[in-house]
């Protein structure tokens, strides 16, 4: 534990300007970004008597190493700056509010020439229009069903639209009507996006311009006696109607409003958002978080409004936000949620009426919410702390193993031999963390060496981390005969003062728009660069898929790098038998303990993640080409030649003049095709042995 007088700043070092601060732990990761508008001022609180501080601010600077700072111009920059730095360090000390699914959209391609309506999920494309998020994928279909009576758009894949263009014959939508069917050319691509604009304008909330003219064309058919199109309008005029019944009327006509509640207790925060949009509920959706900073109800609004909108532009941010509490700064905040819509929106507490009501069903929503997930949440977290318990007793650990990492090896035969690094932090996965290997240092099937390759090279990564940034000094050693640490880290010191940013100084942001430094791709990383790096941080607990002799190579790595101050353990598959170095019998671990279960997420998510590495490898070996070898010869000249001749089985029997025949293709090209065939030619045909058949060679151009 760090104590905060050894960073804390000189008096009148740090600026009174508005700006955002980071605090960073003993390996430089950033733990903790906050902004402020007057950086002395907030900084300090930070550094009075622990006694004073909140729990989980006590926890924050005493974990912390350091603190630095960047000024800015304006109170709207620190929101933008403390939003990006949030997003792209993940400090643990942070509210971050995390979807408990990917809610899907109801998407119109309007980019495309052809617009095209969809479900879709996760990250928002550009040229995109998006209505929702909705709860189910399901009642986006049935609605969309409903609707292209009416306004009927393409809904079909390119590949479907691709082939019912080059057929000329329409898929079974375009046959019975729910599609205008423009790869046949029914309809212009000017018509087809005039129904894809109408259909946008009735999602929007422009509903009662396309139900009045449905029943005034009904009422005239029947004039008319067109009774057969009267009825059509008619029921056309209904699906519509059932369409908007889905999202019942609960504001005013033409009212877009995102109402926010917030249910809490001391530990943990729900958010509920509804999303009203032509005054009606078009989405749901909800987020629970942790409260690991010192937080009241308008903080967690603040970042729940930084979380939902920091990624959006236009109309995607409504003209009204509604919510429980008023943001610190609400002028700041109502000026951001302006620039990124590109007009004015009313952040505000509904004080009266329909407004007021409809929040108040939000908050019974986020009440809901909270309870539900405390329920199934509770003997979770208490699990997870008894499991981990169990396994620093069980293993004669000082402290329960927060942060594990698990390495599998995985081959098929001896070939394509990989290897997995899973990490858990707090018993949880933290799937950001992982890595996988190649193994390099010999060909053929060996477990034991190569889990002693794999974790030889993982923490000698972790120890140039360490030297590269000055956290402890080598010792000078033979490096004949040890590795590069042979005798062990030795602490350098610990930072004793502020790491102001680039900007610290001046009024303006630092280089980039989002606070990063402008650093080349292949460029040194930099030392205040709080980045999760790939291998800075050491686990507590290092388990191995495997036996005696696979924690025996474990050991043996971080022996050799001079490293005694990390646990391994081996999980055995055979009797679930937990391995540790030098012991000649397996701890047992009983059946029922909730450490036997952690271990075995651990070393399953492991094996899980070596194998996907090795058959995704495999898959793409086998799909290469003897073609592949062709020194110059791209893609679109490896499929022309493929084209052209129809398989590699004919392209190998034909001669260097009918190779140059193919556009594109010289004399030089074709005889470096040729070899390379040649080179690879099939001693024999290959015969299925259950038939007696020969196996021709695969037209697709693979090997």
């Known amino acids: 534990m760090a104590d905060p007088s050894s960073y804390r700043p000189k008096p009148g070092q740090i600026p009174d300007s508005p700006g955002v601060y980071k605090f960073r732990d003993e390996h430089r990761r950033v733990i903790y970004v906050g902004k402020a508008k007057n950086l002395r001022q907030r900084v300090a609180n930070y550094f ?3 006694a004073n501080l909140h ?6 600077v005493t974990t912390a190493a350091s603190v630095e700072w960047t000024v800015v111009s304006t109170e709207v920059e620190a929101l933008q700056l403390e939003y990006s730095w949030i997003k792209e360090f993940d400090p643990r000390f942070n509210v971050k509010y995390r979807d408990d699914k990917s809610y899907p959209y109801l998407a119109v391609t309007l980019n495309e020439e052809f617009p095209r ?36 758009v393409r809904t079909c894949s390119a590949g479907v639209f691709k082939n019912a263009a080059r057929t000329g014959r329409p898929c079974l939508l ?17 018509e087809h996006r005039e129904l894809a604009e109408d259909f946008c304008d009735f999602m929007a909330g422009r509903t009662g311009t396309y139900i009045r003219r449905l029943e005034k064309d009904m009422m005239q058919a029947a004039e008319e006696m067109e009774y057969e199109r009267a009825a059509r309008l008619r029921d056309d005029a209904e699906a519509l109607k059932r369409a908007m019944e889905k999202s019942a009327v609960v504001l005013a006509d033409a009212t877009d409003a995102d109402l926010i509640a917030v249910a809490e207790d001391e530990l943990e925060a729900a958010l509920q958002i509804f999303h009203v949009r032509g005054g009606r509920v078009r989405g749901q ?26 990624a959006e532009r236009g109309d995607a941010v409504p003209k009204e936000v509604l919510v429980p509490a008023l943001p610190e700064d609400t002028e700041a905040v109502s000026q951001w949620l302006a620039e990124r819509r590109g007009s004015q929106v009313s952040l505000r507490i509904p004080q009266r009426g329909d407004k007021k009501d409809l929040m108040a069903t939000v908050q019974r929503n986020a009440q809901q919410a909270l309870g539900l997930h405390k329920t199934k949440r509770a003997s979770d977290l208490t699990t997870r702390s008894r499991a981990l318990e169990e396994i620093a007793e069980a293993l004669g650990l000082d402290t329960a193993p927060l942060r594990i990492e698990c390495y599998d090896i995985s081959h098929l035969q001896g070939d394509d031999v990989v290897a997995s690094m899973v990490v858990f932090e707090d018993g949880l996965a933290r799937k950001s963390e992982y890595r996988r290997f190649q193994i390099k240092g ?3 099937q060996d477990d034991v060496r190569s889990m002693h390759e794999v974790i030889g090279r993982r923490f000698k990564r972790y120890l140039q981390e360490k030297e590269r940034t000055g956290e402890w000094e080598e010792q000078p050693t033979d490096t004949a005969t040890s590795g590069p640490a042979a005798t062990g880290p030795v602490p350098g010191p610990a930072a004793t003062g502020p790491v102001p940013g680039p900007a610290a100084t001046g009024p303006g942001l630092a280089p980039a728009a989002d606070g990063r430094p402008s650093v080349a791709e292949d460029a040194e990383p930099r030392e205040d660069d709080g980045r999760p790096k790939r291998f800075a941080y050491p686990p507590q607990l290092v388990v191995v898929d495997g036996g005696q ?49 952690l271990l075995q997420r651990v070393r399953d998510e492991a094996h899980r993640f070596a194998i ?56 030089r090209t074709a005889e470096s095709v040729a070899a390379a065939l040649a080179s690879t030619a099939p001693a024999a045909p290959a015969v299925n042995t259950a038939t007696g058949e020969i196996i021709e060679e695969d037209d697709g151009g693979n090997s």
Do not use: N
């Open 117 to 152: 309506v969809q479900v879709m999920r996760g990250a928002k494309k550009k040229g995109v229009r998006y209505f929702g998020p909705y709860g189910h994928a399901w009642a986006i279909r049935e609605t969309v069903d409903l609707m292209l009576r009416v306004f009927p």
């Open 55 to 60: 729990p989980r601010t006590r926890t924050m």
């Open 285 to 310: 959706r909800g987020w629970v978080t942790d409260k690991v900073e010192a937080v009241d109800t308008s903080g967690l609004v603040e970042h729940a409004l930084q979380q939902l909108y920091g």
């Open 48 to 50: 009075q008597d622990l």
């Open 612 to 667: 996907t590495y090795q058959r995704a490898k495999r898959a793409k070996r086998i799909r290469t080409s003897p073609l592949d070898d062709v020194s110059g010869l791209g893609e679109t000249r490896k499929q022309a030649l493929i084209k052209h001749f129809g398989s590699v089985k004919k392209l190998r029997q034909a001669t260097i003049d009918e190779i140059c025949e193919v556009p594109g293709i010289g004399r």
């Open 549 to 597: 002799p696979q924690v025996a190579a474990a050991k043996r790595a971080l022996d050799e790098l001079g490293i005694d101050d990390i646990a391994v353990c081996g999980l055995a598959k055979r009797l679930e038998e937990v391995w540790l170095p030098d012991d000649d019998d397996p701890v047992v671990l009983p059946r029922s303990s909730e450490g036997l279960y």
């Open 174 to 190: 375009g046959y019975i009507g729910k599609c205008s069917a423009p790869c046949v050319g029914r309809v212009t691509p000017e």
């Open 442 to 444: 010999f060909e053929g």
